[in-house]
């Protein structure tokens, strides 16, 4: 469990599930990352993560506000994904309901994640993917310090050809 001013990232609970499901049916959130879950696809990404917990002590955790409970989204590293430029990293993303943009929430628990891969991984940088036109997303990346790797576009294996999203732009971080 990782804990800053506002937000506790811990381990996924059953409890969670409904409440990411929205997020991940919600065409807003999803704009920039694919086709809205359905609620198996839902499930079967959360196993993901909580499996990616065991096996590396790291996930896209839950991200839970301290004040009252709320699951707001998810957050965290995780292995870069297979076939890609970052398949060797570790990978930073985020993911938040919608009625939590803007509130700085994806920033603090991006930093709190950055801190914690530092202090208990020997990565020697982090990094994330987007499309282009995810312009608040890779605003973060810039805001976290991140750089868009120069020649780092690529075409992400796993989004279907002739998507729009299929090309993904790749910023990373080095260990301070």
Known sequence: MI??????LRRWRAA???VFHAHCSD?????FLGPRLTRAETDAALDRQNGYLESHGYCFWAVERRADGALLGSCGLKPGAPDTPIADDVEIGWRFGRAYWGQGYARESAEASLAW????TPAPRIAAIT????TRSWGLMERLGMAR?????????AVPDGSPL??????RIARP
């Open 131 to 134: 499309v282009a036109a995810n």
């Open 149 to 157: 790797v120069a020649d780092g576009d690529f075409d992400h294996p």
């Open 16 to 18: 969670d599930r409904p």
């Open 117 to 120: 891969g530092w202090a208990n």
């Open 27 to 31: 065409p807003a959130v999803m704009e």
């Open 3 to 8: 804990e800053s001013e506002r937000l506790i």
């Open 166 to 171: 299929k090309r993904h732009i790749l910023y």
